[in-house]
């Protein structure tokens, strides 16, 4: 998926109510704001990853919630070929299915409780559409996963879980999306120690999670409000929760989706522009250049291989801002 906001902006859309009975101190509310995502049929995303404060949770580093789309008035979710560096990138549905391409060859649907998962290294290029024939509605959320020094130079890689671990507590059922919770592992490759799953509470209850106390966590709703940790949280805002703890808590007043992120805290300082995750501002000029030649048949390039199966015209880099590109840290002090 395209991050189309090379210069985010600080307007905030929506978000939830704080509980005045008493928030936890080391909680944090990060309301979305409105982003079109993906060209000139863009749709509109809520955008809670990074936020102006924190940036990240663990190595989860972008999110974005979008829909129940009726895609049966619209184009649903167009977006064309476009690039990757440094970041895995994490396609979960709730309603409907996305068809993914990419440079590598790979060609796979995704639908409901099914993950799409992309590894970038050192560069991909792919398309994300929603096909002919789809269900009248789409609703999901696209994730970016920061990769470590390690390993962010990489080969690029694609892989597809059909079945995935579930296992349910008092309230909930739950399915592990990305590393381990609750005693089952997800398949999916992972970089950095990180736990990403969805939490379905049935309506009126509270579920309880067991987490690792050295993660930090964030609660990202997708398709109701939910009440956690002295904090209400509507679709699309994050509810951070710092390391720590051993339980996570949420109650919802109707059947409700939501995801829950964690991992140990990043360490590494990034700059995040466009669809690019690097580390200082002449990484991204060369990324946005080498993309640049390629797109437009200058050169043939090997970095992002063309997404041949596609058809569609790929996107353009956005220009580059006039100051320099500088990496920030996880989270801004006030």
């Given at each position: ?29 990060l309301e ?22 924190r ?10 919630v ?13 977006v ?13 549905l ?15 649907m ?96 509270s ?39 051993e ?80 990496p ?7």
């Amino acid at each position: 998926m395209s991050n189309v906001e090379p210069h985010p902006t600080e307007q905030r859309v929506c978000g939830g109510e704080v509980d005045r009975t008493g928030p936890e101190p080391d909680t944090e509310l990060l309301e979305a704001r409105e982003v079109p995502l993906g060209g000139p049929r863009a749709m509109l995303v809520h955008r809670a990853l990074p936020g102006r404060n924190r940036r990240m949770v663990g190595a989860w580093c972008f999110a974005d919630v979008y829909g129940p789309t009726d895609v049966t008035v619209g184009a649903g979710m167009q977006v064309p070929p476009h690039p990757h560096i440094g970041l895995q990138t994490v396609s979960w549905l709730v309603q409907g299915s996305v068809h993914h391409l990419d440079g590598l060859g790979s060609d796979q649907m995704v639908h409901p409780g099914q993950l799409n998962l992309m590894t970038a290294g050192h560069g991909i290029a792919h398309s994300e559409r929603t096909p002919s024939g789809a269900p009248g509605l789409l609703h999901g959320a696209q994730l970016w996963v920061a990769l470590p020094a390690d390993t962010r130079e990489g080969a690029a890689h694609f892989e597809h879980h059909a079945d995935l671990p579930e296992f349910t507590v008092p309230g909930a059922r739950v399915t592990v999306i990305m590393g381990e919770l609750g005693g089952h592992r997800s398949p999916a490759r992972t970089h950095t120690p990180l736990v990403g799953a969805e939490i379905i509470v049935q309506a009126g209850q509270s579920a309880h999670l067991p987490v690792d106390p050295a993660f930090e966590h964030g609660l990202l709703p997708l398709d109701g409000p939910v009440r956690a940790h002295g904090h209400r949280v509507v679709p699309g805002s994050l509810l951070y929760l710092g390391a720590g703890r051993e339980g996570v808590r949420v109650h919802a007043d109707e059947r409700t989706h939501l995801l829950l992120l964690g991992g140990e805290p990043f360490r590494e300082d990034l700059v995040m522009w466009w669809n690019f995750v690097g580390r200082d501002h002449e990484e991204i000029v060369r990324a946005r250049t080498q993309w640049e030649e390629q797109r437009d048949g200058r050169t043939e390039g090997t970095r992002f291989p063309p997404v041949t199966a596609d058809g569609g015209e790929a996107l353009p880099a956005p220009e580059l801002p006039n100051a320099r590109l500088r990496p920030r840290p996880r989270h801004r002090e006030s």
